[in-house]
């Protein structure tokens, strides 16, 4: 006697992709297509684990670019010089034509292009940790030579008018890094 193999019933399709009410459904058990903390709607939770780049992108604050630029061509400006005329930069600042070695100032060239080259590399970049990163770099770098630079004339007992010029146009450039690292640093407003 032989058994009569018991068919499986049809196999029934499911229509919940055209259900609207099982996709909504799915959607809520999954945790998508609705606002996450930060008012984003995400499609997929593939999107949602991993994020969504525009999140990243940086709102770049008016005149960004262009400071990026002056920065990078001041640097590289002032590296060169006092690379190749170290002798020359000393005395237009401290107006003093002897300088004992000019080793110094050509390891102050060499700091300098390094400086250079990151204000570069920030100027191409859209991610606003290296662009911020770079900016404090650049106030850091200012600050300190606007101490170092006040103490030399102090000790020093003169007044050097490129010294003061330099002073002023530091605290001014100092002022603008501080200003942009903080804007690209902002929040930006929910609209």
Same mark, same amino acid.
């Given at each position: 006697?032989?058994?009569?193999?018991?068919?499986?019933?049809?196999?029934?399709?499911?229509?919940?992709?055209?259900?609207?009410? #099982?996709?909504?459904?799915?959607?809520? &058990?999954?945790?998508?297509?609705? !606002?996450?903390?930060?008012?984003?709607?995400?499609?997929?939770?593939?999107?949602?684990?991993?994020?969504?780049?525009?999140? $990243?992108?940086?709102?770049?604050?008016?005149?960004?670019?262009?400071?990026?630029?002056? /920065?990078?061509?001041?640097?590289?400006?002032?590296?060169?010089?006092? =690379?190749?005329?170290?002798?020359?930069? $000393?005395?237009?600042? +401290? !107006?003093?034509?002897?300088? /004992?070695?000019?080793?110094?100032?050509?390891?102050?060239?060499?700091?300098?292009? /390094?400086?250079?080259?990151?204000?570069?590399?920030?100027?191409?970049?859209?991610?606003?940790?290296?662009?911020?990163? #770079? =900016?404090?770099?650049?106030?850091?770098? $200012?600050?300190?030579? +606007?101490?170092?630079?006040t103490v030399s004339l102090v000790e020093s007992s003169r007044i050097a008018t490129g010294a003061v010029l330099l002073l002023v146009s530091r605290a001014l450039f100092i002022l603008v890094s &501080?200003?942009?690292?903080?804007?690209?640093?902002?929040?930006?407003?929910?609209?």
């Amino acid at each position: 006697m032989a058994m009569a193999a018991k068919q499986p019933p049809p196999l029934m399709k499911k229509h919940s992709q055209t259900d609207l009410v #099982s996709r909504l459904k799915t959607r809520k &058990i999954l945790g998508v297509g609705g !606002e996450d903390d930060d008012g984003e709607v995400h499609r997929s939770k593939i999107s949602q684990v991993l994020g969504n780049e525009i999140k $990243f992108a940086v709102r770049e604050p008016l005149g960004l670019r262009v400071w990026q630029l002056v /920065s990078a061509i001041m640097f590289s400006g002032v590296a060169i010089m006092a =690379l190749a005329f170290p002798d020359q930069l $000393f005395d237009a600042i +401290f !107006e003093e034509e002897s300088v /004992s070695s000019k080793t110094p100032i050509r390891l102050y060239g060499g700091a300098l292009l /390094s400086i250079a080259l990151i204000m570069w590399n920030a100027l191409y970049t859209a991610e606003k940790a290296i662009i911020r990163w #770079s =900016l404090l770099a650049e106030a850091c770098y $200012f600050a300190v030579q +606007f101490l170092v630079t006040t103490v030399s004339l102090v000790e020093s007992s003169r007044i050097a008018t490129g010294a003061v010029l330099l002073l002023v146009s530091r605290a001014l450039f100092i002022l603008v890094s &501080i200003y942009y690292y903080y804007q690209v640093g902002r929040r930006p407003k929910k609209v």
